[in-house]
Antibody, heavy 118, light 105 residues
């Protein structure tokens, strides 16, 4: 059974940093691209970043480019999102998802809440 | 690429046929997915490549379209279908539409 579980969501001050993790199980992790998608309170879904499985190519939304960094450890079946210089508008539930590049996100974690506030 | 979903919300009854629309600001071939999201839950993939039903999704859901105009149809609305539906394009850097909330009439 495919399972994804995010962690690391906290209350953080503007300008601060945090790292989200997503532990994967039930599939061959390095064979799949992985993505982060976020959802601000009461708002719609926003794609944040994607990383390919084997070659590690990364893609970012313009809203986070230069501040966030996606990475993965295929030996630990874990996906990461390093978030630097966070802003109030980064407040959201962050979901990780197993990604088929042109076929969408077929498995999602339950999400982890990041709150940016002083 | 911008995705515009319409309507933003609709009210329907059990058994109704419901059609949701997603329009892309430029052609995206058939690289479109549809998701269902219930309050407090992660989204669920329903349709990919515009018309391919994800494994385990009931056959009352169907998708169509290519290029810039796409539809998601629920042939006979069931109680568990009341949710918000999002389209996502995967032709370039991914993006989501704003969502359509399907409510009980």
């Amino acid at each position: 059974e495919v399972q994804l579980l995010e962690s690391g969501g906290v209350l953080v001050q503007p300008g601060g940093s945090l790292r989200l993790s997503c532990a994967a199980s039930g599939f061959t992790f390095y064979n799949y691209a992985m993505s982060w998608v976020r959802q601000a309170p009461g708002k719609g879904l926003e794609w944040v970043s994607t990383i390919h499985g084997s070659d590690g190519t990364t893609y970012y939304a313009d809203t986070v480019k230069g501040r966030f960094s996606i990475s993965r450890d295929n030996s630990k079946d874990t996906l990461y999102l390093q978030m630097n210089d966070v802003r109030a508008e980064d407040t959201a539930v962050y979901y990780c998802g197993r990604t088929a590049t042109v076929a969408g996100i077929d498995y999602w974690g339950p999400g982890t809440l990041v709150t940016v506030s002083s | 690429i911008q995705l515009t979903q319409s309507p933003s919300s609709l009210s329907a009854s059990i058994g109704d046929r419901v059609t949701l629309t997603c329009r892309a600001s430029q052609g995206i071939n058939d690289y479109l997915a549809w998701y269902q999201q219930k309050p407090g839950k992660a989204p669920k993939l329903l349709i990919y490549r515009a018309s391919t039903l994800q494994s385990g999704v009931p056959s009352r859901f169907s998708g169509s379209g290519s290029g810039t105009d796409f539809t998601l149809t629920i042939s006979s609305l069931q109680p568990e279908d009341f949710a918000t539906y999002y389209c996502q394009q995967l032709n370039s850097y991914p993006s989501f539409g704003g969502g359509t909330k399907v409510e009980i009439k």
